[in-house]
């Protein structure tokens, strides 16, 4: 007997109900529900089938003019699936062993602001820039997509733009407020990032959300479209402000790097990146967040070959002018407010050596 969709809906509902972030369909375990980071099977669910696994499949993608044939090897697809009324998922579909797997992450309903999220208040600051480009940054699942998504809201509640997204999938649903927003989502709406960036520049958008830049064509664009005048806002897979500049740099080839390393210092106005750390009290995340500004010293910085070493130390001493903050600095307050303990601290640290001792010297 294989899963029916009643069933599935069911599993979906539970997990909603208990504010899991991520749901597990593997073969030959039952559901697993990841509840505030820890991984958790479904108790009186027996585990799932191939058969399972593919119906789940067949469901999500229902509607969808292409899909692959399950028995075959395929890529990796990434979807969105609404549950009616009760959440929305992105659903990764994969195979592994000849069987296909899914995981789907929960997106809540509801867009939460840059202060529900305890991000820095600067972020909104950052939010106000009216041109050039913002990079939000860190490993899958540290809260990028919600804090542009925060960016946006921001956005949409304090002034008239035109805003445009292209997502893939799409995640958060934004509601009219000031701005006019189109959100298209890769796959059903436009076949690639640079298609709709290149389309989005003729739609007289004020703001470009760009789920993420992943290649040099995407790089590029991305990078033109912030110098002609809008704001760019995505996101990219770096742990910090200044892995971010070389990733955006190295995904051109090396003739090219001067000029874009040059075009990059004068587009660029901040990196935020992302650590979800575990909260001291309660069972909840909080992120550590480094902010890069890009003052005049730092463009310089990003234009020369070799002077990035220097923008950690210039983050460091830009703090009560600009705002900006290293991971460490940022971790130094989440301890001594009494929001993270100091174990979890010196785990997430850019430099534990460095950072027990500046908490000891507080």
């Not at 028995?71 to 969105?80: L, Q």
């Not at 009216?130 to 804090?147: C, D, F, P, Y």
């Not at 790097?257 to 575990?278: F, K």
């Given at each position: ?11 979906l ?13 593997e073969?030959?375990?039952p559901?697993?529900?990841?509840l505030?980071g820890?991984?958790l ?8 089938t ?6 789940i ?11 692959p ?77 919600s ?7 921001h956005?949409?509640?304090?002034r008239?733009?035109h ?21 298209r989502?890769l ?17 007289d958008?004020d703001v ?7 290649d ?17 806002i ?5 742990p ?26 004068d ?8 650590r979800?750390?575990?909260a001291?009290?309660g ?25 990035l ?26 301890v ?18 460095e ?8």
């Amino acid at each position: 007997m294989s899963m029916d969709r009643q069933a599935f809906h069911k599993l979906l509902a539970f997990g909603i109900e208990r504010g899991v972030s991520d749901i597990h369909f593997e073969v030959g375990y039952p559901p697993h529900y990841r509840l505030h980071g820890e991984l958790l099977g479904a108790i009186k669910v027996p585990p799932l089938t191939a058969v399972d696994t593919e119906s789940i499949a067949n469901f999500i993608l229902e509607g969808r003019t292409s899909r692959p044939d399950f028995s075959r090897p395929f890529g990796e697809i990434d979807v969105s699936y609404g549950l009616a009324q009760r959440g929305r998922f992105r659903a990764s579909i994969f195979r592994q062993r000849g069987a296909v797997g899914i995981v789907m992450r929960l997106i809540p309903v509801n867009v939460l602001t840059i202060e529900q999220l305890n991000l820095p208040p600067v972020i909104a600051e950052i939010a106000d820039t009216r041109r050039g480009m913002i990079l939000v940054t860190g490993a899958t699942g540290n809260g990028k997509t919600s804090t542009i998504s925060a960016m946006i809201r921001h956005i949409n509640e304090t002034r008239h733009a035109h805003i445009i997204t292209i997502e893939d999938p799409i995640e958060y649903l934004h509601e009219p407020g000031k701005c006019m927003i189109i959100q298209r989502e890769l796959g059903t709406d436009t076949e690639s990032y640079k298609d709709a960036l290149v389309a989005a520049l003729r739609q007289d958008p004020d703001v470009i959300m760009v789920g993420e830049i992943r290649d040099q064509e995407t790089a590029a664009t991305a990078l033109k479209a912030a110098e002609t005048g809008h704001l760019v806002i995505s996101a990219i897979h770096t742990p910090d402000s200044v892995s971010t500049v070389q990733r955006y740099v190295g995904m051109f080839e090396a003739d090219a790097q001067d000029i874009i390393r040059e075009r990059l210092g004068d587009a660029l106005q901040a990196v935020v990146s992302l650590r979800l750390l575990a909260a001291k009290e309660g069972r909840r995340r909080l992120p550590a967040v480094e902010i890069l500004r890009v003052t005049r010293t730092i463009r310089e910085c990003i234009r020369t070959a070799g002077r990035l070493g220097e923008i950690p130390e210039l983050i460091k001493r830009g703090r009560d002018l600009y705002s900006m903050q290293l991971f460490d600095q940022h971790l130094v307050d989440l301890v001594n407010s009494g929001l993270v303990t100091m174990e979890t601290a010196v785990y997430a640290s850019s430099n534990p050596e460095e950072f027990e001792r500046s908490l000891r010297m507080e």
